[in-house]
Nanobody, 120 residues
Framework: QVQLVESGGGLVQPGGSLRLSCAASGNIFEVHAMGWYRQAPAKQRELVATISSGGSTNYADSMKGRFTISRDNAKNTVYLQMNSLKPEDTAVYYC??????????????WGQGIQVTVSS
């Protein structure tokens, strides 16, 4: 019922920056919390950052202040600004959203994932 489409990934050199976007569409009455997760090869998926509908944010300790999550409620879109990127940040990044449907039911959804590669 809801689709999450990620964009903005790609290849970047160490120390560089990328900005990921994720737009939610479909059977949406309201989007509540949104977040970003990542999964590196041979590792389990881990939390990167979350943001509530009111703008309250939470970050994993491993991000060390380099990442910033934000959102545009009018566009049902969440962003992840990634600065000072390191090779260890290489992973598939997944968008997540907690959605209230028109009929008032509530479900969580995942994007298909987008590749971020940090390499010289």
């Amino acid at each position: 019922q809801v689709q999450l489409v990620e964009s903005g990934g790609g290849l970047v050199q160490p120390g560089g920056s990328l900005r990921l976007s994720c737009a939610a569409s479909g059977n949406i009455f309201e989007v509540h919390a949104m977040g970003w997760y990542r999964q590196a090869p041979a590792k389990q998926r881990e939390l990167v950052a979350t943001i509530s509908s009111g703008g309250s944010t939470n970050y994993a300790d491993s991000m060390k202040g380099r990442f910033t999550i934000s959102r545009d409620n009018a566009k049902n879109t969440v962003y992840l600004q990634m600065n000072s990127l390191k090779p260890e940040d290489t992973a598939v990044y997944y968008c997540n959203a907690d959605v209230r449907h028109i009929a008032r039911s509530r479900s969580t959804y995942w994007g298909q994932g987008i590749q971020v590669t940090v390499s010289s």
